[in-house]
C-alpha cells in the first residue's frame, strides 16, 4: 500500500498522481507546524483549510482513500514528520511518495525523513511550474547579472506566448511597463470584485479554540477568496471580462477607496496550484485576441509578465540562492519594525491605508508592498529578518518561495542586488504620483524637513547618504548619488536630522 503526502499548496486536481488510486492513500494534515512557524494572517490561515478540506472532498467524491486530519484532530500530532510515521505504522505502508515541496525548510524535512525511512520513497514533480527548480540558474549560467528581462523574453519563446512565427514579440516590443504606469482618479469606473461568498464561521472558531495565533481581521461569514478550482476559474473568468480591459494601465496605481483596483486577485489560487499558470496565461491572451478592438496588448503583456517573467524566475533565485539568500543582509540593516505594522495606527497616509488594506483583506498589490511598506522598511533601515516575517505572515499568497525573493531581494535589496540592479526606494513624490495617499495626510509631500515634512522625503536622502559608499559603484545609482554629492551641507544635515528623528521613533509619525 502506497501513501501519497498532499501538501496544503499542492492543490492541483489536473496532477497525473490522481489517475489511478488503485492501493493507495493520499494523506493530507492541517498543523501547528505549518501556522505556528510564523504568525499568519487569519484570512490566509482559514482560505489554506478551507481549500485543503474541499479538495479532500473532491478527491474522496473520485473514489480515492483520503487520511485528513483536522488541526483539531484526535491523532494530530502537529507534526509532519511525527504524523507520516503514525500512519506508515498504523496501515503498513511499503511505499511513501510526495510532490516536491515548494518551501526549502520542507524539502529538507521530507528529505531527512526519506534518509531514514525504511521502506521505499519516492518523490515527484508538482506539475505545476513553468521551469524547473535550476532552469534559471542553467540559462545565467556565466552571467555576471540575472537580469529578469532577458529570462522574460527566453520564456515567451519557449512556451510561443505573444510572440510571431519569427519569435519576435507580438506589437513590436517585448515589455509595455512605460505604459503600466497611470494614476487612477476615479475614472473609469472599477466593477465591483468577484466575491466567492461563504460562512466559515465553524472554522475560524476552531482555530481561534485552538489558540492559533494570528494577525488581520476576517468577516467569518462573509469569506470571499476562492476555495476550490470551480470558484478559481470564475474568478479568472471575471478578471478577463471586466478588469483586463484597464489592467496594464493602472496596476501600479494605488488609491484609498479601492483596494483591488483592476488586480486579477487570482496569486493564492495559482500559489496553491488550484490553478496552473500556463491555463491563466492562455485564457487571458484568448480573450484578448477575441477583443483586440477594445483590449490593447499592453493591457495583456503586463499580465502576462508578472506570471510568466517574474513568478517563474523569482521561483528560480529561491532555488538557486537558498539556504543562504535567508540570511543576506547586504546593507547591514538592523532597525525594528515599527508597531504601527501591526496596527495600522499612523498619521502617514500611504502606510496607514497600505497597512489597513493588508490586515483587513491579506492582500495588497505589488507596488503597495514595494513602494510603500518596503520602501519605507527599507528607508528606516529594518532588519530584513523583521521584514521578511511580516510579508510571510500577513499576505494570503505568501510562500516562501515567492515571498522571501520579493521582500529581502526585490524590495529591501539585501541580497546586495541578485534580484535588483538598484534599491526601490523613494521620496514622496512617487508616493504622490502613482496615489491619492497624499491629499489629506498629515505630512506635506512638498515639504522636505519641516516638522510636517513627508518623512519620506527626509529618509530617502538619509539612506542615499548612509549607504553611498556602497552604492558608489552602481551606475544605475550614478543620477542620484551625483546630486547628493552636490547638496549643500546645512541642507543635508537637515534632512538627515529629520530623518533620525523619524527613525528613532517611527510610531511617533
Request: hydrophobic share 40%; net charge negative; with cysteine.
Given at each position: 500500500m502506497k501513501l501519497r503526502l498532499i501538501l496544503g499548496d499542492q492543490l492541483n486536481r489536473q496532477h497525473s498522481w490522481y489517475e489511478d488510486h488503485t492501493d493507495c492513500y493520499y494523506f493530507m494534515a492541517e498543523m501547528r507546524q505549518e501556522t505556528d512557524y510564523v504568525r499568519h494572517h487569519i484570512q490566509k490561515v482559514v482560505a489554506f483549510f478551507q481549500s485543503m478540506r474541499e479538495f479532500r472532498a473532491e478527491?474522496?467524491?473520485?473514489?480515492?482513500?483520503?487520511?485528513?486530519?483536522?488541526?483539531?484532530?484526535?491523532?494530530?500530532?502537529?507534526?509532519?514528520?511525527?504524523?507520516?510515521?503514525?500512519?506508515?505504522?498504523?496501515?503498513?505502508?511499503d511505499k511513501f511518495e510526495y510532490q516536491m515541496p515548494d518551501e526549502y525548510r520542507l524539502d529538507q524535512q521530507l528529505s531527512r525523513f526519506c534518509d531514514q525511512l525504511g521502506i521505499k520513497s519516492q518523490v515527484f514533480d508538482t506539475e505545476h511550474f513553468l521551469t524547473t527548480r535550476?532552469?534559471?540558474?542553467?540559462?545565467?549560467?556565466?552571467?555576471?547579472?540575472?537580469?529578469?528581462?532577458?529570462?522574460?523574453?527566453n520564456m515567451r519563446k519557449k512556451y510561443n506566448l505573444l510572440v510571431l512565427e519569427d519569435k519576435k514579440p507580438v506589437g513590436g516590443k517585448w515589455n509595455f511597463d512605460q505604459s503600466n504606469r497611470k494614476k487612477w482618479k476615479g475614472?473609469?469606473?472599477?466593477?465591483?470584485?468577484?466575491?466567492?461568498?461563504?460562512?466559515?464561521?465553524?472554522?475560524?472558531?476552531?482555530?481561534?479554540?485552538?489558540?492559533?495565533?494570528?494577525?488581520?481581521?476576517?468577516?467569518?461569514?462573509?469569506?470571499?477568496?476562492?476555495?476550490?478550482?470551480?470558484?478559481?476559474?470564475?474568478?479568472?473568468?471575471?478578471?478577463?471580462?471586466?478588469?483586463?480591459?484597464?489592467?496594464?494601465d493602472f496596476q501600479d496605481a494605488m488609491h484609498t477607496e479601492e483596494s483591488f483596483l483592476y488586480h486579477s486577485r487570482l496569486s493564492f489560487a495559482m500559489n496553491s496550484k488550484m490553478l496552473h499558470p500556463l491555463e491563466v496565461i492562455q485564457a487571458v491572451i484568448d480573450?484578448?485576441?477575441?477583443?483586440?478592438?477594445?483590449?490593447?496588448?499592453?493591457?495583456?503583456?503586463?499580465?502576462?509578465?508578472?506570471?510568466?517573467?517574474?513568478?517563474?524566475?523569482?521561483?528560480?533565485?529561491?532555488?538557486?540562492?537558498?539556504?543562504?539568500?535567508?540570511?543576506?543582509?547586504?546593507?547591514?540593516?538592523?532597525?525594528?519594525l515599527p508597531d504601527f505594522f501591526w496596527t495600522g495606527k499612523t498619521k502617514m497616509n500611504c502606510l496607514h491605508?497600505?497597512?489597513?488594506?493588508?490586515?483587513?483583506?491579506?492582500?495588497?498589490?505589488?507596488?503597495?508592498?514595494?513602494?510603500?511598506?518596503?520602501?519605507?522598511?527599507?528607508?528606516?533601515q529594518v532588519d530584513p529578518d523583521a521584514v521578511d516575517e511580516w510579508y510571510l505572515g500577513i499576505y494570503i499568497d505568501a510562500i516562501e518561495?515567492?515571498?522571501?525573493?520579493?521582500?529581502?531581494?526585490?524590495?529591501?535589496?539585501?541580497?546586495?542586488?541578485?534580484?535588483?540592479?538598484?534599491?526601490y526606494v523613494s521620496s514622496g513624490s512617487y508616493i504622490n504620483k502613482m496615489s491619492n495617499y497624499c491629499k489629506g495626510c498629515a505630512y506635506k509631500v512638498s515639504k522636505k524637513t519641516e516638522e510636517d515634512a513627508?518623512?519620506?522625503?527626509?529618509?530617502?536622502?538619509?539612506?542615499?547618504?548612509?549607504?553611498?559608499?556602497?552604492?558608489?559603484?552602481?551606475?544605475?545609482?550614478?543620477?542620484?548619488?551625483?546630486?547628493?554629492?552636490?547638496?549643500?551641507?546645512?541642507?543635508?544635515?537637515?534632512?538627515?536630522?529629520?530623518?533620525?528623528?523619524?527613525?528613532?521613533?517611527?510610531?511617533?509619525?
Open positions: 478527491l474522496e467524491a473520485s473514489g480515492a482513500q483520503v487520511i485528513y486530519y483536522e488541526l483539531d484532530h484526535q491523532d494530530n500530532q502537529q507534526d509532519l514528520v511525527e504524523n507520516l510515521k503514525q500512519i506508515i505504522a498504523a496501515k503498513a505502508i535550476y532552469e534559471l540558474s542553467d540559462f545565467f549560467e556565466g552571467k555576471k547579472q540575472m537580469i529578469m528581462e532577458y529570462f522574460y523574453r475614472t473609469p469606473a472599477i466593477p465591483t470584485e468577484l466575491n466567492c461568498t461563504k460562512d466559515l464561521a465553524a472554522l475560524v472558531k476552531m482555530i481561534e479554540q485552538a489558540g492559533v495565533e494570528t494577525i488581520g481581521k476576517i468577516d467569518a461569514t462573509h469569506f470571499v477568496w476562492p476555495t476550490n478550482r470551480e470558484e478559481a476559474l470564475s474568478v479568472l473568468d471575471y478578471f478577463c471580462k471586466h478588469l483586463l480591459v484597464h489592467f496594464g480573450y484578448w485576441k477575441a477583443h483586440e478592438e477594445t483590449i490593447d496588448l499592453s493591457q495583456v503583456e503586463g499580465f502576462v509578465r508578472q506570471i510568466l517573467g517574474w513568478r517563474e524566475y523569482m521561483r528560480g533565485i529561491y532555488w538557486k540562492e537558498m539556504p543562504s539568500y535567508r540570511e543576506r543582509n547586504a546593507l547591514d540593516n538592523k532597525n525594528k491605508h497600505a497597512i489597513r488594506q493588508s490586515l483587513d483583506h491579506a492582500y495588497a498589490h505589488h507596488i503597495q508592498r514595494l513602494m510603500i511598506t518596503g520602501n519605507f522598511a527599507l528607508l528606516t518561495w515567492v515571498e522571501i525573493t520579493n521582500t529581502r531581494g526585490m524590495s529591501q535589496f539585501a541580497d546586495g542586488g541578485i534580484v535588483a540592479t538598484k534599491p513627508c518623512p519620506f522625503n527626509a529618509l530617502y536622502w538619509n539612506f542615499l547618504d548612509e549607504k553611498r559608499n556602497y552604492f558608489k559603484g552602481n551606475q544605475r545609482m550614478a543620477m542620484m548619488m551625483n546630486l547628493l554629492n552636490k547638496m549643500e551641507e546645512e541642507q543635508l544635515a537637515a534632512l538627515k536630522a529629520r530623518a533620525q528623528k523619524v527613525i528613532a521613533h517611527p510610531d511617533e509619525f
